[in-house]
């Protein structure tokens, strides 16, 4: 019979054809698709860093985000490298700044071919820039011993050696010729700076390989007093007894350091019990995280030190009225004034400061230390 069932359709076989020849169109052209994304295109990225400050070019990878290194980036030294579209680089800055946690960084992502250029400039942002990795002259350059500069030279022999290659490239040329002449000016400010950048760098390593040593010891020193709580004291370099006008009492004075610039003097019993938890109860409301020297005149956050700080400001007007805080506060002027000889007052001084350690907890096994 050539009745067809109503709830299956037929396909003729025309059209079977023309299913099977977009089928295969379409397979075709995921394959082309396929294809295409598994061949990346190549691209080389230059990069050169005119940041005045030392950096490392990372990989990023694109499934995990972890970073490699792929080369450091000296001052004013162009650096190549091979790579395809899509790819994601991050410029690190090191140095100096690893030590205070202020290092810049900034990404890109290689988006043309045959090549990229990119300048990183004096606020460690990159520049789409193209420039010219060949700007140094050959005659120039070829004046100048790489052995020599390979050396631990001075900076002032490498400015030298820079100085007499100009002289002579200049001595060879025809004269009243300016384009050659202001090449070779040109070539001479960039062989200084990259001479100059060289021993600024190794003095940034020098300087960084001493503060990661000063750091390891301190470590090393903290943990040893920490670790021992029944260690001694530095002995003393004199005992001596202090009065107090105020109150009368004579206290014993430690003193660990005397010099004409830095003293260190341990004064037994110097605050009351009740003159302390005083202090303790003004502070309380104010605590906040303690902060330590940025190196650059202020102060930020660190991880390292859990103490916590409030400044507390005396209120001299109740003194007579035997304010606690203002008592103490008067007796630290005044055992300043008697060890220094001057007359210190109170007007226009910072306030007191509390310094509060809390730890986490009386179960913790490891020491407040900050």
Known sequence: SNSLHPFHPTVSP????????????????????????????????FLRNDSGSRGRLN???????????????VTNDPQNVNSFLGHLFEVEETGSCQTDSSCRAVSFKVSKTPEQHFIIDRNFELNENFFDVNDN???FTSLIDDEEMQKDVPVVDRAAMCRNAAKESLESMDKGDKEAEAKVYAQLS?????????????????????????????IKMENFTCGDPNLDSSPDVDLRDWTSDKDGKTRKVHVKLDRPTSRIHVVEDFAYREECEAMEQAASSKLRRAT????????????????????ITPTWSKEEEGD????????????VNHVLGTSIEEHGQEPLMSIQYFGTGYNDTKPDRY
Request: aromatic share 8%.
């Open 59 to 73: 990989w990023v990878h694109p499934d995990t985000g972890e970073r490699y290194l792929i080369v450091e980036l």
């Open 292 to 311: 330590t020297a940025d190196g650059k005149g202020g102060s930020h956050l660190s991880e390292h030190r859990k103490a916590m700080q409030a400044s």
């Open 137 to 139: 002259a050959e005659d």
């Open 190 to 218: 960039d062989c200084l700076k990259n001479n100059m950048a060289v021993a600024i760098n190794q003095g940034e390593r020098n300087i960084d390989f001493e503060s990661s040593l000063r750091r390891e010891i301190a």
């Open 14 to 45: 025309s059209m079977m054809h023309l299913q099977n020849i977009m089928f295969r169109i379409i397979t075709f052209g995921a394959f082309v698709l396929l294809t295409a994304r598994a061949e990346e295109v190549a691209s080389q990225v």
């Open 324 to 335: 606690l805080i203002a008592r103490l506060s008067r007796r630290i002027y005044d055992y």
